[in-house]
Nanobody, 122 residues
Framework: QVQLVESGGGLVQAGGSLRLSCAVSGRTFSYYDLGWFRQAPRKEREFVASISWVAGNTYYVDSVKGQFTISRDAAKNTVYLDMNSLKPEDTAVYYC???????????????WGQGTQVTVSS
């Protein structure tokens, strides 16, 4: 079992930045890759970014490339999502996940955090 606890969400003006953090714990968490998803009101949950825990390879949905950065700190068992130049359409609940990166960069989540709200005002 893997536990994930997100933090860092909040209200920010358009053009601002936020850093989301996800503390990861559990007996086998180091066997999993990590990812971020988001779900906007009345929309389906969508993949945002993923990172391999061991090698640090990263993958992004096209809409956030160059705007968001995923990283991890193995010593702190934490994965981050740095979000810059935020827009109102980035407003969503952001979820951290643990899962598996497949060949080609496809990410399959297994465990989920509780989510953290990000609201970008215009």
């Amino acid at each position: 079992q893997v536990q994930l606890v997100e933090s860092g969400g909040g209200l920010v003006q358009a053009g601002g930045s936020l850093r989301l953090s996800c503390a990861v714990s559990g007996r086998t968490f180091s066997y999993y890759d990590l990812g971020w998803f988001r779900q906007a009101p009345r929309k389906e949950r969508e993949f945002v970014a993923s990172i391999s825990w061991v090698a640090g390879n990263t993958y992004y949905v096209d809409s956030v490339k160059g705007q968001f950065t995923i990283s991890r700190d193995a010593a702190k068992n934490t994965v981050y999502l740095d979000m810059n130049s935020l827009k109102p359409e980035d407003t969503a609940v952001y979820y951290c996940s643990a899962g598996r990166l497949l060949s080609g960069g496809t990410y399959r989540p297994t465990y989920w955090g509780q989510g953290t709200q990000v609201t970008v005002s215009s």
